[in-house]
């Protein structure tokens, strides 16, 4: 029914019922893993579907057509878990004199291997970036990763191996070496 996503995303910005129904379709069940790997419970999870729905539906108009649809969903994603998380912690903090919190700095290192990460990520090819994205950010397999780009399964393993090989080249001196 959509020729690409940039009619699609056309018929959800003008709130189309049908596009909106096929953006969710499409996107639900990504986003809802997307929720419950960063926050672990089921209805924060959901609470992330719905509310990055909603700012994708209030943002569509503004969407880059000439980009793709996937990462700017997990994008939106990404910062309403983000935004769940942050609030939770701060109705989990204690107000009762006795009681202790213990906060535990990030180090340096640890903060340093991230950017890392996210640089040698960054770095790969479009097609390899992708794959990586939507399995490790997304947890997508393979196969709703194939369905999800559009090619066949047998390409988003080769993808796959190729970007870990090109990532485990880029990232080798981050691993410790112990004698």
Do not use: C, N
């Not at 959800?12 to 019922?17: E, Q, T």
């Not at 893993?33 to 419970?41: E, I, K, P, Q």
């Not at 988003?156 to 004698?179: C, D, F, Q, W, Y």
């Amino acid at each position: 029914m959509w020729p690409d996503d940039a009619d699609l995303v056309a018929g959800f910005a003008a709130g189309d019922d049908l596009a909106v129904k096929a953006i969710y379709e499409r996107f639900a069940r990504p986003v809802l893993t997307v929720g419950m790997s960063a926050l672990g419970r089921r209805d924060l999870a959901d609470e992330v579907v719905q509310t990055t729905m909603l700012k994708a539906w209030r943002a569509a108009g503004t969407f880059d057509r000439t980009r793709d649809l996937a990462p700017w969903i997990y994008a939106i994603a990404r910062r309403v878990a983000i935004d769940i998380h942050r609030r939770e912690a701060r109705a989990a903090v204690p107000t009762e004199i006795g009681d202790e919190v213990t906060v535990e700095p990030l180090s340096f290192s640890r903060t340093w291997e991230a950017w890392e990460v996210r640089s040698a990520v960054e770095r790969l090819p479009a097609d390899e970036r992708d794959v990586v994205r939507l399995a490790h950010l997304g947890g997508l397999t393979h196969r709703e990763i194939a369905d999800e780009l559009g090619v066949p399964i047998g390409t988003v393993k080769s993808r796959s191996a190729r970007a870990h090989r090109r990532l485990a080249a880029m990232l080798g001196h981050l691993v410790e070496v112990t004698k």
